[in-house]
């Protein structure tokens, strides 16, 4: 079967740093999302990674290793703002993607 | 510039009774997508449509319609509601649906099955 994996919620404090880690298994693989997406909002895009390795954007970062079926996103120097929910999601090469059911990141002062 | 909008906002609905969730974008986009958004669960896949004219089905299309007249319309049409279609829908638009195209994302629709 297909399969995305994230923890259900996380908590850390302003001004650090966290990482948000995605496990899938899917039958194939054309790339990997992830959305931010606030309470009471819309999902909006942060990364796409298809090849392995990191890429920067900001404060945010995403890694992806195609070997292992793992990702993980990077948040520096947090702040209240980027409390929300993290999305993962999978191409899987039939031009659908399969989401995982995201993470919830509480930021406290 | 408006991108992708959709109505209502909110509906409370009788079971038993037809709906129709409007979606209308103006990006171009030739690709577009219904979800269903429920708690502890990852976004779900109603409907789909690859271009204008062609629609195919997601992972959870029963009782669930879709349409593609034209290249900004996807209407989503629940034929007779029943209280498990209690949830948010998204619909979604991206420019194709080669690996990289992400997709953008409308604001949303509370439906509410009693």
């Known amino acids: 079967g297909q399969n995305i994996d994230q923890p259900t919620e996380m908590t850390a404090t302003e001004g650090a740093i966290v990482q948000i880690n995605c496990t899938y298994q899917?039958?194939?693989?054309?790339?990997l999302f992830w959305y931010q997406q606030h309470a009471g909002e819309a999902p909006t895009f942060l990364s796409y990674?298809?090849l392995d390795g990191l890429e920067e954007k900001g404060r945010f970062s995403s890694f992806l290793s195609r070997s292992k079926g793992y990702s993980y996103l990077l948040l520096k120097e947090l702040q209240m703002k980027d409390s929300a929910s993290y999305l993962c999601?999978?191409?899987?090469?039939?031009?659908?993607?399969?989401w995982g059911a995201g993470t919830k990141l509480i930021i406290k002062p | 510039i408006a991108g992708i909008t959709q109505a209502p906002t909110s509906q409370i609905l009788a079971a038993g009774r037809r709906m129709t969730l409007r979606c209308t974008q103006d990006?171009?986009?030739?690709?577009m997508y219904w979800y269903r958004q429920d708690l502890g669960l990852g976004l779900r896949l109603i409907h789909y449509?690859?271009?204008?004219?062609?629609?195919g089905k997601g992972e959870v299309p029963d009782g669930y319609s879709v349409s593609r007249a034209n290249t900004d319309d996807f209407p989503l049409t629940l034929a007779s509601a029943v209280p498990s279609q209690t949830s948010v829908y998204f619909c979604?638009?991206?420019?194709?649906?080669?690996?990289?195209?992400?997709?953008?994302f409308g604001p949303g629709t509370r439906l509410t099955v009693l």
């Open positions: 999601a999978v191409n899987g090469g039939n031009y659908q993607l399969i």
């Open positions: 990006m171009r986009h030739n690709a």
């Open positions: 899917t039958s194939g693989f054309n790339g």
């Open positions: 990674n298809v």
């Open positions: 449509s690859n271009t204008a004219g062609t629609t």
């Open positions: 979604a638009s991206s420019p194709g649906t080669s690996g990289s195209n992400e997709q953008f």
